[in-house]
T-cell receptor, first 115, second 112 residues
Framework: GAGVSQSPRYKVAKRGQDVALRCDPI?????LFWYQQALGQGPEFLTY????????KSGLPSDRFFAERPEGSVSTLKIQRTQQEDSAVYLC?????????????FGPGTRLTVL | DAKTTQPNSMESNEEEPVHLPCNHS???????IHWYRQLPSQGPEYVIH???SNVNNRMASLAIAEDRKSSTLILHRATLRDAAVYYC?????????????FGAGTILRVKS
């Protein structure tokens, strides 16, 4: 079956531009996560949705980062006024259940480069 | 979150077993031990998890020390496709939201 998909796979933005990154989770998955992965490091948690509710946004680095999942399926991570330090791979993951031990299925990521 | 310690990198020959260690001396009684791996240019993927007993699945085995302060991921016959970064992660059974907290992981190189 289809896995988690993300688009675009690559995005180049000029500093100061706004970007929007899309995540299509596995159909029926309740939980959705966004992670940020800098070069050579492990992924770092950004935010978590259970259905359409954003229950944890403690990892968002600044108020320039905003995420939504209005209908409980597709999610969008928006970054306003991009800065060079925002350059990273942005990973989306979904999980079938909202329970604490659900296996997370990751998408291939969107590589964002801010010039 | 309780922390884990892994070697930065390891190297293995193809078709040989690989033992990837993880230390987690501050593990709590409700922490599960999870392993994920990340192949080049891909998102992480789940490998295995356990609480106290050793676990086996089609991908790997997980050996957990009796005091649970360390564990070892075992790949029984490494292939070139197993070259990846392997992450050992502790997940609290009481933690709401179940986000994954990744460390730097172990880079596994497999030689043919």
């Amino acid at each position: 079956g289809a896995g988690v998909s993300q688009s675009p796979r690559y995005k180049v933005a000029k500093r100061g531009q706004d970007v929007a990154l899309r995540c299509d989770p596995i159909s029926g998955h309740v939980s959705l996560f966004w992670y940020q992965q800098a070069l050579g490091q492990g992924p770092e948690f950004l935010t978590y949705f259970q259905n359409e509710a954003q229950l944890d946004k403690s990892g968002l680095p600044s108020d320039r980062f905003f995420a939504e999942r209005p209908e409980g399926s597709v999610s969008t991570l928006k970054i306003q006024r991009t800065q060079q330090e925002d350059s990273a791979v942005y990973l989306c993951a979904s999980s079938l259940v909202s329970g604490r031990l659900g296996e997370q299925f990751f998408g291939p990521g969107t590589r964002l480069t801010v010039l | 979150d309780a922390k884990t310690t892994q070697p930065n990198s390891m190297e293995s020959n193809e078709e040989e077993p690989v033992h990837l260690p993880c230390n987690h001396s501050t593990i709590s009684g409700t922490d599960y031990i999870h392993w994920y791996r990340q192949l080049p240019s891909q998102g992480p993927e789940y490998v295995i998890h356990g609480l106290t007993s050793n676990v086996n699945n089609r991908m790997a085995s997980l050996a957990i020390a009796e005091d649970r302060k360390s564990s070892t991921l075992i790949l029984h016959r490494a292939t070139l496709r197993d070259a990846a970064v392997y992450y050992c992660i502790l997940r609290d059974v009481g933690e709401y939201g179940n986000k994954l907290v990744f460390g730097a992981g172990t880079i596994l190189r497999v030689k043919s």
